[in-house]
Nanobody, 121 residues
Framework: QVQVVESGGGLVQPGGSLTLSCTAS????????MRWYRQAPGKERELIAA????????NYVDSLKGRFTTSRDNAKNTAYLQMNSLKPEDTAVYYC??????????????WGQGTQVTVSS
């Protein structure tokens, strides 16, 4: 059974930092691409960051470059999203997904349940 679990969300003041964690089980984590999305109230879910297999490369939405950093520790089956200089507009539910290769099926994206990040004074 595949499980993707995010943690680390919470309330933070503007200008503060927060690190989200995403742990996946039931898949070959090292061979999976890890993605981060967020969904703000009243808005569609958007892809904000991704990290390739074994950390082979990272991509970010232009608006977050320089403030958000994603990384992974394959030994812990965990990906991270470091968020700095947080702004109220970063308030959203943050989701992690694991894109795994399934024999005979191809790529399958598995989602976590999301974690709330609220940036407010």
């Amino acid at each position: 059974q595949v499980q993707v679990v995010e943690s680390g969300g919470g309330l933070v003041q503007p200008g503060g930092s927060l690190t989200l964690s995403c742990t996946a089980s039931g898949i070959n984590f090292g061979s999976s691409v890890m993605r981060w999305y967020r969904q703000a109230p009243g808005k569609e879910r958007e892809l904000i960051a991704a990290i390739g297999r074994a950390g082979s490369g990272t991509n970010y939405v232009d608006s977050l470059k320089g403030r958000f950093t994603t990384s992974r520790d394959n030994a812990k089956n965990t990906a991270y999203l470091q968020m700095n200089s947080l702004k109220p507009e970063d308030t959203a539910v943050y989701y992690c997904s694991a894109v795994a290769l399934r024999l005979g099926v191809g790529s399958v994206e598995y989602w976590g349940q999301g974690t709330q990040v609220t940036v407010s004074s």
